[in-house]
């Protein structure tokens, strides 16, 4: 079982930076995949990031690759989304998600553990 926390959204202008981070408890954590997902109104939800159980591996959609960096710290049982050059298309709530099988996983069902969610708006 692993319990996950997002903070660290906001508002933040058009070319701005915003780094979100997912705390994480339950003693898989360390031994799991790790994603952001992110959904804006009206739309379903969709794969940003991925990184592997050993942070070695990391997978991105097309949309964020070169603005958005994913990692982790299994140490601290945390991991973080650094984004940059944000664009009003990047507004929506970003989830963090974990779950056992590969970091090549963009589906929202291959993900068993979900956090709350964080709001990013992105002005132009």
């Known amino acids: 079982q692993v319990q996950l926390v997002e903070s660290g959204g906001g508002l933040v202008q058009a070319g701005g930076s915003l780094r979100l981070s997912c705390a994480a408890s339950?003693?898989?954590?360390?031994?799991?995949?790790m994603g952001w997902f992110r959904q804006a109104p009206g739309k379903e939800r969709e794969f940003v990031a991925s990184?592997?159980?050993?942070?070695?591996?990391?997978n991105y959609a097309d949309s964020v690759k070169g603005r958005f960096t994913i990692s982790r710290d299994n140490a601290k049982n945390t991991g973080n989304l650094q984004m940059n050059s944000l664009k009003p298309e990047d507004t929506a709530v970003y989830y963090c998600?974990?779950?056992?099988?590969?970091?090549?996983?963009?589906?929202?069902?291959?993900?068993?553990?979900w956090g709350q969610g964080t709001q990013v708006t992105v002005s132009s």
């Open positions: 339950g003693r898989t954590f360390s031994s799991s995949v």
């Open positions: 990184i592997s159980w050993s942070g070695i591996s990391t």
């Open positions: 998600a974990a779950g056992s099988g590969s970091y090549y996983n963009t589906l929202p069902a291959q993900y068993a553990y």
